[in-house]
């Protein structure tokens, strides 16, 4: 990422940001978006249609995107049915009431697809508004991000780059760290403002790579700032920072600089799939020592 943007470049938080606090309803349980979602699981798209309101017709907006129709979201998410569709939960969950008879509702629906033997998941995050027609609640407008391999949080609250940390000192640690653990060092150059910097550190703790990381790798987060702060840092390890963030490089026990992102390849975090990351690892990880 290489300026500063909105939180899921989408304003998707902005949707209940206007509502009073206290209309917050985040913990109460809404029968019509579990009907939803069962829907969705069954790939039933009669029933999502009659979810969504009809007159007047529904609104939905997508990223970068001509304004989508009623029937083409429905066809949306009835299609992953048949993409191998086993799961599908809502995570995530924040949900107001903006007035009576509407209720704004933020989540990520985390869509479990049979692969293979396994499964993989698929991320995609919205904020419905939900409007009361009658004896009935029906879906009034849809904001939706394109579906993501990577879990793609609803907020960038984390303080990933403290304002007070000593980047120089925390590489040196790391550095000794490593060597005594016969690991290297994976230095992530970013900031707190950036939203990709958030996507990859939330798949660094995620279950598929955690281990995989931890075992092979120390972390250090470096703060860039408004790009104009520890630049000095970006040159030793040879990072051209300017051309986005989130940045990696990595370093052997000693120190020395092993890798260093040329070609963007962390900047889009949130286009990532699991194994991009995994396969990068797997690439830097220390060779095992020969018996």
């Not at 304002?163 to 760290?177: F, N, R």
Request: proline share 7%; net charge neutral.
């Amino acid at each position: 990422m290489r300026r500063r943007i909105p939180v899921l470049a989408f304003l998707l938080v902005l949707c209940l940001a206007a509502v009073p606090a206290s209309a917050a309803q985040a913990g109460a349980p809404f029968p019509p978006l579990e009907q939803w979602r069962s829907a969705v699981l069954a790939g039933d798209s009669s029933a999502l249609a009659s979810l969504y309101s009809a007159s007047p017709p529904a609104r939905i907006t997508l990223p970068e995107h001509p304004p989508a129709s009623v029937q083409e979201e429905v066809a949306f998410w009835s299609g992953w049915k048949a993409k191998g569709l086993a799961r599908i939960s809502i995570e995530d969950l924040q949900q107001q009431d903006a007035m009576p008879g509407v209720r704004q509702i933020v989540f990520e629906a985390v869509l479990s697809l049979k692969d293979g033997a396994g499964t993989k998941n698929v991320y995609v995050a919205a904020a419905q508004t939900w409007v009361q027609q009658g004896d009935s609640w029906r879906i009034g407008a849809v904001k939706r991000m394109a579906p993501a391999r990577l879990k793609q949080p609803l907020s960038a609250s984390k303080d990933l780059y403290p304002a007070g940390s000593d980047a120089k000192a925390e590489i040196a640690e790391a550095i000794g760290s490593a060597a005594s653990a016969r690991k290297r060092v994976l230095l992530v150059f970013g900031a707190n403002w950036c939203y990709d910097c958030h996507v990859l550190d939330e798949a660094f703790h995620s279950a598929e790579i955690a281990p995989v990381l931890s075992r092979s790798f120390e972390v250090v987060h470096v703060d860039v700032g408004e790009y104009n702060k520890n630049l000095d840092l970006a040159r030793q390890y040879d990072v051209p920072v300017e051309r986005g963030v989130p940045a990696i490089a990595v370093l052997d026990g000693n120190g020395k600089l092993l890798f260093s992102q040329k070609r963007r390849e962390f900047e889009k975090a949130r286009s990532l799939a699991p194994e991009d990351i995994l396969d990068f690892l797997e690439k830097w990880k220390p060779v095992a020592a020969k018996p």
